[in-house]
């Protein structure tokens, strides 16, 4: 079976969002859920100091999530 390719790619750069990340990530998910329309989620990590690497390793292990670190 073959993976519908998405029809949006929200692409969101982040630096040091740790704690905003997650409940940005999950409102976007449940408002594109509700529309029915394939898509995927990239985060640009800018170099955070913080914890924001790790959410978005965590989390890329659910699709539609995906993250680059530019740095």
């Known amino acids: 079976m073959n993976a519908i390719p998405p029809t949006i790619s929200i692409i969101l750069p982040a630096h040091n969002e740790q704690f905003n990340i997650p409940p940005l990530i999950k409102a976007i998910t449940t408002e594109m859920l509700a529309c029915d329309v394939p898509y995927e989620i990239i985060v640009i990590d800018d ?25």
């Open 47 to 71: 170099g955070s100091s913080d914890d924001t690497w790790a959410i978005l390793s965590q989390m890329e292990h659910n699709p539609p999530y995906n993250s680059t670190d530019s740095s």
